[in-house]
């Protein structure tokens, strides 16, 4: 059986450390950091510079390693064949058991890509309206996202996916659907922080040349996988239980069934 990979990253300090609960033999846990002084009895820390980007801050650093992480990979870990699966999760998680079964759920249904729903919001236009409103990110960066993708009518097609976690396949075409989301992200330099609208608009395309497997933000918000550390935990899972009681819905003109934890088992 191939190994998986799971990982992270930390840049200017952005999250603490959370340290893996519960690793799996044939899993491999990496983290990625700036700060060379980081250290972790369960993740194997690798140092990453960003060059040429000291004037961004965590946040957007983040955002740009998330889009381009296979690179770093080639670099990095000589092995990358060795995996078959790439387990990327945001530090604000916490891993609480094995994520074996879920590994194995992709395996045996030959999905390409696992990413959750998101708990709150179903459209583009709602999800600027949140980050310009409470988030204070400045208008330019909405307006930037809507004139790059008047070809997407808001109006008739929902969905939003919900980016802290997803589960990859190691193939080419996952490669060129990260390349086309990291195309759009650099156009701002990484400082529209809604990287959430890109990778939805930019799957929206693929949906005929990947497998993608929709999975509830249950899954790593509150489950015996893991947990959420984000501190407007509870008023999500309080919206997402009132959203998915149904799980089968119109997400991106598709119908689909989202996965959720009791499913695994």
Known sequence: MKKY??????????????????????????????????????????????????DIDGYQKNILFKYTFYKFFQKFLPNINDYDYFFQIDMSISIEGSLQPIINYMRNN???????????RDNFISEYAAWCGFRNLDRKYANLFFNLTKDFNTNEIKGLCETTIKVWHNCQEIFNFIDDIHNLVMLSNCADKNDQCYFTYVLYKYLDKLK???????????????????????????????????????????????LEANDLE
């Open 5 to 54: 990979l799971v990982f992270s990253q930390i840049f200017n300090n952005y999250e603490p450390v959370r340290e893996v609960k519960v690793k799996d033999e044939n899993a491999d846990y990496v983290l990625f950091t700036d700060n060379k002084e980081t250290t972790s009895d369960t993740w194997k820390v690798i140092y990453l510079d960003l060059l040429d980007t000291n």
């Open 212 to 258: 993608v497997n929709f999975h509830s933000p249950w899954l790593y918000k509150y489950s015996k996988y893991m947990k959420s550390n984000y501190h407007g935990q509870k008023r999500t899972i309080f919206n997402e239980e009132r959203r998915l009681k149904n799980k089968n819905i119109k997400f991106l003109n598709r119908d689909i069934v989202i």
């Open 110 to 120: 030959k999905y390409d890509l696992s990413v959750a729903v998101h708990p709150d």
